[in-house]
């Protein structure tokens, strides 16, 4: 599995993204049960309210050979903050309908 990890711009002073890379490597939160050896294509933010180069950075991801995006818990769950993005499911709706059938995706990491 190759994956491609979009986390909150909002978020980065707080979080350089430790636990998202502990959950990867011990295959814990939402790695638990693969099988497969996981590879980190890419960890990039979403570009900032609202989500506005998600897609642009979901694309790139691709290219550079993800088969899988990952949004990281910051998104979804607003860890560490305690808010999640309230672009969350557009962000997410806009990056499936723009990127190949063939990609998989998770909706956080921990």
Known sequence: ???????????????????????????????????????????????????????????????RGADTIVFASCIQKGTPIGYPCPFAKKMKELIVNDLPDSIKYIDYTH
Not at 14 to 19: D, K, L, Q, R
Not at 33 to 47: A, R, T
């Open 1 to 63: 599995m190759k994956i491609g990890i979009i986390r909150c711009a909002q978020t980065e002073d707080y979080c350089p993204g430790t636990t998202d890379f502990k959950m990867i490597k011990e295959k814990k939160g939402a790695f638990e049960g693969v099988g497969e050896e996981i590879e980190i294509v890419g960890f990039i933010n979403c570009g900032g309210c609202p989500a506005k180069k998600a897609v642009l950075r979901a694309r790139e991801l691709v290219k």
